[in-house]
């Protein structure tokens, strides 16, 4: 028996580890992978709520939230192909024009 | 202690010291493997809540296919380390002090709040046919509207890494 807090806690510091490392991570690609901890943090609760309550909605949500993290993948990393190849820099820092 | 405890703790302390190495490590192919470390370990996780699918899912899609996808694009970039930059003191000074407050205010809320409440393992249950009922049935529009979405991001990610000079469209 694991109290449904511990789950939370865990799930809570996954978030926050997501959320610095967006802001503090200056690498394109790095930034990205900080999404999908966040998004790893939220499913963790999900799962965590869905097993509290017995309800298994929360499972199937689960599996629409790692559905859009796939297309979200997918269509970013194509945008940091296509950023690099205008750029030649990974660094956000340097990706501060919208138009060329 | 009980030896589901004891397996959350381990597969917890993995999630943690996967997610802060992906904050320390300043190449991006470190950052993505403790990331799949991550990953893995929620997947035990998963198990422990008696989400059986759910932890294939997480192994098969999040650490197989999309993690694949950020390797592949780390070594097609050829990205380096991350070059150091200057911070603002003032956020230093006065975000990790807040931050920390406010996680343990927050961890004391939710510890006081729901102490008693336990997760029985594997009492759920939640064996793939249930959720295939409830993905297939009641959920039958948000997955159909997903499998569109799917095929949206598959024609943008073409269109998007396309070469500029192979695109018909192309303005210059």
Redesign the interface.
């Given at each position: 028996m694991v109290p449904l807090s511990y789950y939370l806690l865990l799930s809570g510091f996954l978030f926050a580890c997501g959320v610095v490392g967006f802001l503090i991570k200056r690498n394109i690609i790095t930034i990205f992978m900080s999404i999908e901890l966040m998004l790893n943090g939220v499913n963790l609760s999900f799962v965590a709520f869905a097993a509290h309550w017995h309800a298994l909605s929360g499972q199937v949500f689960v599996f629409f939230v790692m559905v859009v993290a796939a297309a979200e993948a997918a269509v970013g990393l194509a945008i940091i192909i296509s950023v690099y190849r205008t750029r030649e820099t990974l660094n956000v820092d340097q990706v501060n024009l919208l138009k060329l | 202690m009980?030896f589901?405890?004891i397996l959350?703790l381990a597969f917890?302390a993995v999630?943690?010291g996967g997610?802060?190495n992906?904050?320390a490590q300043r190449h991006?192919i470190n950052?993505?493997l403790s990331?799949i470390a991550?990953?893995a370990a929620?997947a035990g996780?998963?198990l422990?809540?008696?989400?059986e699918?759910?932890a294939a899912?997480?192994v098969i899609?999040?650490a197989g296919?999309?993690m694949v996808?950020?390797v592949f694009?780390?070594m097609?970039?050829n990205?380096g380390e991350?070059?150091e930059?200057k911070?603002s003191r003032v956020a230093v000074l006065f975000g990790v002090p807040g931050?920390l407050i406010a996680?343990v205010l927050?961890?004391w809320v939710?510890?006081r709040?729901?102490?008693?409440?336990?997760?029985?393992?594997g009492?759920?249950?939640?064996p793939p046919t249930?959720?295939a009922q409830?993905?297939f049935h009641?959920?039958l529009l948000?997955f159909e509207v997903?499998s569109v979405?799917?095929l949206?991001?598959?024609m943008?990610?073409?269109?998007?890494?396309s070469?500029?000079e192979s695109s018909s469209g192309e303005v210059d």
């Open positions: - | 009980s589901h405890l959350f917890g999630c943690v997610a802060v992906l904050l991006p950052s993505a990331l991550v990953m929620l996780e998963y422990l809540l008696g989400a699918f759910v899912v997480q899609v999040y296919a999309i996808l950020f694009v780390i097609l970039l990205a991350e070059e930059t911070g931050m996680s927050m961890a939710v510890l709040r729901s102490g008693t409440e336990a997760v029985p393992i009492a759920l249950p939640g249930d959720i409830l993905l009641d959920f948000p997903t979405l799917i949206i991001a598959i943008g990610a073409v269109v998007l890494a070469k500029p």
